[in-house]
Structure formats: C-alpha cells, structure tokens
C-alpha cells in the first residue's frame, strides 16, 4: 500500500495548476526565418497568464531536434523575466549548422525544471549565407494555383526571390 504525502499533493497540484494557467508561446524565431552562424539569434515569447507573470522567471534553452549536433539542451539564457518577452543569442560561427534547432522555454517551479513551451523547428545557416529577408520587405501578391500564395521577398546582395509554399525562384538583378 502506498501512502502520499499530503504537502507532495498539494506540491504537484500546484505545479500543474500554475503550469496550466500560464501560457507561454515562443514567437521567434519561427518555421519560415534562420539565422547564420556568427549572427544573433533573436529569441521572442508572448505570454498571458495572471500578473505579476507566473512564473516570475524562465531560461531558454536551445535543442537540436535532429540529434546531429547534440543530444541535450544547450543553456542559452538562465533568470530572465517572463515579462522581458525577448533575448538575443550570439550564435557561435563554428558547430551550430543544421535544419532541425528548437528554442525551449523552462522555468522552476517548486524544485522541478518544468517546460512550458517549445518553439518551431528552424535552421541555423553556414557562416557566409546571406541573411533572411525582414518581413517589412515581403509584399503578398495574387494567389497561385493550389492556394499557396506568392511572395516576394528581397534576399540582399542584388537577389529578389519569389517564393510560394512550392516552388522558390530566384532573380539576379
């Protein structure tokens, strides 16, 4: 026969329910943007949920979905407050290639490493990529055949490209 503790109850009911009513969700980066090797990572979450924010601080963490590069996660940032919204990783120019990277968003809560969102999937470039184009400069056109929309996007270094969920074309002006 088993018997619980009444303060581990109370414990694991209050973890959950704090868990429940705070809702954390990570913005950026997302499934369409990367970022290149020896650039900034700009790392984003909403979140919504009782004031002052529960919980009061998070950490991100980085992991490789793949399991290629590293199978845990790598600690970016500890103690940042769930209120910030917003960080900005350094991205080290060597070992961080791949298409498969999530950001984790942890936070303690009583003694327990909790997770409380996990990012998209996105692609960490080479060194020498030229950077995604900023959302400022996608200009949606008419919708193409199938229902995926074209944009136009301004990739730099004289590239415009014209993507759908399809097909990618580049121009060299």
């Not at 303060?7 to 913005?27: H, Q």
């Not at 790392?43 to 845990?72: M, R």
């Not at 942890?106 to 990529?129: D, Y």
């Not at 949606?140 to 969920?165: E, I």
Request: glycine residues 8%.
């Amino acid at each position: 026969m088993h018997t619980f503790s009444p303060l581990l109850v109370i414990a694991t009911f209050l973890a959950f329910v704090s868990t429940a009513l705070a809702d954390l969700v990570v913005t950026s980066p997302n499934a369409t943007t990367f970022v290149v090797s020896g650039g900034q990572l700009p790392i984003a979450w909403s979140y919504s949920g009782p004031q002052p924010p529960s919980p009061a601080t998070i950490s991100v963490e980085l992991i490789d979905n793949s399991k290629k590069l590293f199978t845990g996660p790598l600690a970016l940032f500890s103690n940042l407050a769930t209120a910030s919204g917003s960080a900005s990783w350094s991205v080290p120019k060597l070992g961080y290639v791949g298409a498969n990277f999530s950001v984790l968003l942890i936070a303690n809560v009583n003694g327990q490493a909790t997770l409380f969102a996990q990012g998209p999937a996105f692609s960490i470039m080479p060194e020498g990529t030229a950077p995604p184009a900023s959302p400022e400069t996608t200009k949606p056109s008419a919708s193409a055949s199938g229902g995926a929309t074209p944009r136009w996007k301004w990739a730099g270094k004289g590239v415009l490209a014209l993507t759908t969920t399809f097909v990618v074309i580049l121009i060299q002006l």
